[in-house]
């Protein structure tokens, strides 16, 4: 359910701290030169941390004095209510309509987001056994101690524990009229069960560290009670069936080696503006919320390979690299070069490839940043349209390409280790620029074209930006471009000086999913019929349309299975909401390197830079 209108991010707004009863008052107040600002989504969720910003600054705004060095003390705080009536409100993680009778205690030791830790019944709990144990795996890996998950032999015995919620007799503190049980004394929180429905009071205070004294008055924050996260929605792995005559027994064969890859735009929060998205609740925009629904998404999807785009800078290093380093995974970015100022300092979104550490080993990176590379484009064309061509063609989209080989211990076909080639990519934006957009695809491809000279077999996964049938997408399934575009397209003529040829077999994932042998007539409506892509991989109440792919060389890879598309009725407004947390779908396929590509594989040395 939505919270109060009123909810949203923390302010010091004096009603709110006379609300809980802050120990600072008007008299007291008057005597401090500075106060606390402090940040943070007021509608907490259940598993979501919470990591306020705070900063001090001066009370009088005409004044620019400087803070001594200093370090903040925070206390976080639980309304009490009674045990009784907090009990029905922990729900089942498979079926949230019921509420839960048992908790998975192996996730509790192996501090496993408590969202997927909850079950209704034994039965529930064995139906999910299959995919949760992987959660398990995942998590002991990381853990630096000998801490053991459950198995499949002794998970009965050892993984229900019946849950009641304590009713002990806390310490409780009067604040505001109201009687509060603390619950932590760090910076950040993470809301637990016992939390669910009761409202959290962060107090925070600025403290000088040579004098030990107050800077400013204590300052205090009331949320709204804490809510249950919204239901779970799966989706299913597809299988590929290929069609008669066009059957390769070989990439299907126990030679085979088989992994998965996936691309989604995550929504920096750089962009994730609430009156750009006003049909979703300010709560579920918070990035609080967003990164780990997020998170629990891509965990889920258990994926080999992760191509992800929109991955603010700042964002990487404090949350998504330490959380997916403990689920197994290594990380390559790259980020744009123009920065802004964020509460988290100078940062810009990029793109970040993971890859299962275990599986596969890195070879080659390259980072390929489009304006770079515009000026022989530039130099080519008339003096008078040069500089309105920089203008136009600079823009510091990137691309990441990484080329990963498979590890020796893992099962590979006749003891060769094969190698793969995976570019991840962000396209220019603007609908405007269709010459910058053919301009930057170009560029990569001509690029990777070079590679698989090698028999490297490539996988181009991204946010093209690009309309399918567009000149850029027909430009990558169709190995080139027969005609120059049209000047509405291209109005400097840009283009007449690009390679508009390359020899990569390239196939859209979806699109040889679509055209495969056994589609269900209701996985059909999901498509276009006219070009087999997605009828849309992008949903705002703005623009629904497809703009992101997963390309592969059909010579040397087997697409086995596809990860299943979304409804459009079933987006509702748009995303991102409380269900999906990007304005982008993700996209997944599975794949089979059969053994003859392997063996073909060329031993010829990787160029060092093929777009040199």
């Known amino acids: 359910m939505d919270p109060p209108q009123d909810s949203g991010v923390g302010s010091s707004s004096s009603s709110q701290k006379s609300d809980v009863g802050s120990s600072s008052s008007s008299s007291s107040q008057s005597a401090f030169t500075f106060k606390l600002l402090v940040e943070f989504s007021t509608t907490p969720v259940l598993g979501c941390r919470i990591d306020p910003a705070i900063r001090v600054a001066n009370i009088d705004y005409a004044t620019i004095d400087v803070p001594p060095k200093h370090e903040f003390t925070c206390r976080w705080y639980r309304e009490y209510i009674s045990s009784s009536s907090q009990r029905g409100s922990i729900r089942c993680s498979v079926h949230p309509d019921t509420s839960a009778s048992f908790r998975c205690s192996s996730c509790e030791m192996l501090k496993l987001p408590v969202k997927g830790s909850y079950y209704c019944s034994k039965e529930c709990y064995n139906e999910a056994w299959k995919k949760h144990k992987v959660c398990h795996r995942r998590a002991q890996q990381s853990l630096p101690d000998n801490r053991q998950a459950a198995t499949d032999s002794d998970y009965i015995s050892l993984v229900f524990n019946e849950f ?21 004394s760090s910076n950040s929180y993470v809301p637990t069960v016992d939390d669910i429905g009761c409202c959290l009071m962060l107090e925070s ?38 069609k008669s005559g066009d059957f390769d027994l070989k990439a299907h064969s126990s030679n085979g080696v088989k992994f998965s890859v996936l691309s989604y735009n995550l929504l920096a929060n750089l962009y994730a503006i609430p009156s750009k998205y006003r049909e979703c609740p300010e709560w579920a925009l918070s990035w609080e ?25 700042s964002h990487l290093d404090n949350f998504f690299k ?131 000279e090698l028999k490297i077999p490539v996988l181009v996964c991204g946010d093209f930006n690009s309309l399918p049938l567009s000149e850029p997408h027909r430009f990558i399934r169709a190995c080139g471009l027969n005609n120059l575009p049209d000047k509405d397209i291209d109005p400097l003529g840009i283009c007449q000086h690009l390679k508009l040829n390359h020899s990569l077999p390239l196939t859209s994932a979806y699109a040889c999913f679509f055209n495969s042998d056994g589609i269900e007539e209701e996985q059909r409506k999901k498509f276009n019929s006219e070009n087999g892509e997605p009828l849309f991989t992008h949903c705002t109440s703005r623009f629904t349309g497809t703009l992101d792919y997963i390309f592969y060389t059909g010579d040397s890879l087997t697409l086995n299975g596809v990860l299943e598309l979304l409804r459009r009725e079933d987006m509702g407004y748009g995303i991102p909401s409380p269900y999906w947390s990007s304005d982008h779908i993700a996209l997944m396929a599975i794949f089979v390197l059969n053994s003859t590509s392997c063996q073909q594989q060329c031993s010829r040395e990787i160029p060092a830079n093929p777009w040199q």
């Not at 823009?395 to 076909?413: F, G, Q, R």
């Open 322 to 452: 330490p959380e997916l380093t403990k689920c197994g995974y290594s990380v390559i970015y790259k980020r744009r070069r123009n920065q802004v100022f964020t509460r988290d300092g100078h940062c810009m979104d990029g793109c970040a490839t993971f890859y299962r550490r275990d599986v596969f080993k890195e070879i080659e990176r390259y980072e390929l940043e489009f304006e770079s590379s515009v000026m022989r484009v530039i130099e080519a064309l008339e003096p008078k349209q040069r500089n309105e061509a920089s203008d136009r063609l600079k823009k510091d989209n990137v691309a990441l390409i990484v080329i990963l080989e498979k590890l020796e211990n893992v099962d590979t076909s006749d003891g060769i280790n094969p190698r793969i080639c995976v570019a991840n990519t962000h396209i220019f934006a603007n609908p405007s620029h269709p010459d910058v957009k053919l301009f930057q695809v170009v560029e990569l491809i001509t690029g990777l074209d070079k590679i698989a």
């Open 164 to 184: 009641s919620v304590p009713d002990k007799s806390p310490k409780l503190e009067q604040k505001g009229g109201k009687e509060w049980v603390e619950v932590c």
């Open 205 to 242: 205070i600025a403290v000088d560290c040579s004098s030990g004294l107050h800077l400013c008055p204590i300052h205090s924050i009331v949320t709204v009670p804490v809510l249950y996260p919204p239901a779970h929605r799966p989706r299913s792995i597809l299988e590929c069936v290929r």
């Open 289 to 313: 919320y967003r990164r780990q629904n997020l998170l629990n998404e891509i965990i889920e999807y258990d994926a080999d390979i992760l191509c992800l785009q929109e991955v603010q800078s």
